[in-house]
């Protein structure tokens, strides 16, 4: 099992950016796959969250400016934000969680917003 996340980068606050997960090593189309994040001194949060069915669920901070899509023939999950604060910065991780016996990660991709 692997996931690839990118797309992170240095944005001014009111800015843009787009964040990728590719997967592969498991049935991508039937698990639910989570955007989470680690801010600087915080515990990590999930941010968002799609299912099989592409039903999805957010955090209430990002609810309006962050959209997760995905594209079951490419592997990949997308989350787009928009609107981004200072308070966005942290380390982003893609995971699909509860597959089999355990938790799956990726690298993690850096987002920093500067005010």
């Known amino acids: 099992v692997q996931l690839q996340a990118s797309g992170g980068g240095l944005v001014q606050a009111g800015g843009s950016l787009r964040l990728s997960c590719a997967a592969s090593?498991?049935?991508?189309?039937?698990?639910?796959i989570d955007w989470y994040r680690r801010a600087p001194g915080k515990q990590r949060e999930v941010v968002a969250t799609?299912?099989?069915?592409?039903?999805?669920n957010y955090t209430e901070s990002v609810k309006g400016r962050f959209t997760i899509s995905r594209d079951n023939v490419k592997r990949t999950v997308y989350l787009q934000m928009n609107s981004l604060k200072p308070e966005d910065t942290a380390v982003y991780y893609c995971?699909?969680?509860?597959?089999?016996?355990?938790?799956?990660w990726g690298q993690g991709t850096q987002v920093t917003v500067s005010s």
């Open positions: 090593g498991f049935n991508f189309k039937i698990n639910t």
């Open positions: 995971a699909v969680l509860r597959l089999g016996t355990r938790d799956y």
């Open positions: 799609i299912t099989s069915g592409h039903s999805t």
